[in-house]
DNA sequence: GGCAATTAGTTTCATTTGAAACTATATTCG
DNA sequence: CGAATATAGTTTCAAATGAAACTAATTGCC
């Protein structure tokens, strides 16, 4: 093979295969759904939205908590929790124990807007599972939970590797 | 049943089982790790890449035809074009037949950035992948098509029922 | 031809976002 | 004890974002 600079041709890459862009589109879209119903039915953001959500199934998470679990990170948090307590949805109160730590609640008010809330996302939810076949829905939950594994694998390994 | 005003509790809401909050999640570790590797090793944002990536792989698209692929809005494209070509990476010229329309290209520059970037983010995508068996992989592909149609079925859907 | 309505793309402006700095409390360790 | 360090949460500031207004060219229609 004489005079060979074998010229590398890039591997093609079509965007509308590309995993991470589909899983972006996908995400996006849903969220966007969401997102506006939240805001038409409830004067909701999905930041606070995911607060009160997992304040409703866990009362007493302190902000920093609610970050772990929603995966916001705490100056959203703050934000949401400053504008649902504006809108006394969500109270407060300082830990016996540790005084940095603020222990959050849903008022009552924010447990009835939770107990509205609740059926509309989860029917939404279904409305987009429904074109799924109940196996379908076994085997993307089996998927969905190797990737997020994987995922956060990924992010080490980026984040290791500068 | 005398006296009934029956208490409604809200089904529950699980946030973990919750599936537009898991893609939302998955997408954007996906999305973060990618982000990271393309910031640091090329100095391009996503929005940036994503024109890139469509016009390495069709030339010649203007920007609503990139916004359209890509699913960016136009203001989006617009200013990825704009620093794009601040950097030489992109090029543009007017259609003949309508004025009104830029066709972009990649420029030779652009064009080797692309190529160094493909495999690169197909590196990613199989790393992400690994997790996965050719035949679940598969499964992923077919779910992830019903997904993408439904969600579309469910943005018109909300959009249309203000 | 020429005026109204569309379409491509950019700019403006107000809002959202995130990184880093900051405040206040708790813990560690010499 | 008390200085150094760590953690919870907030604030600040600069950059990213998106809706709406805007410019420029085109098409439709009388």
């Known amino acids: 093979m004489p005079n060979s600079v074998a010229v590398k041709r890039a591997a093609r890459l079509d965007l509308d295969r590309f995993l991470p862009y589909r899983l972006s589109v996908l995400s996006n879209r849903v969220s966007g759904a969401i997102a506006r119903q939240y805001s038409d039915r409830f004067g909701l953001t999905i930041p606070e939205w995911r607060v009160m959500a997992v304040l409703g199934s866990t009362p007493g998470l302190s902000a920093r908590e609610v970050a772990e679990r929603t995966a916001m990170d705490k100056v959203q948090v703050s934000r949401a929790v400053d504008s649902l307590m504006r809108a006394r949805r969500v109270a407060r109160l300082a830990d016996a124990e540790d005084g940095r730590i603020l222990r959050l609640t849903l008022t009552p008010k ?44 990924l992010g080490d390994r980026v984040r290791k590797n500068p």
Chains 1, 2 share one sequence.
């Open 110 to 153: 924010g447990h009835a807007i939770y107990d509205a809330v609740v059926p509309v996302a989860l029917q939404l939810e279904e409305l987009l599972l429904s074109a799924l076949a109940p196996a379908e829905r076994r085997a993307l939950d089996g998927l969905l939970k190797k990737l997020a594994l994987q995922a956060g694998l």
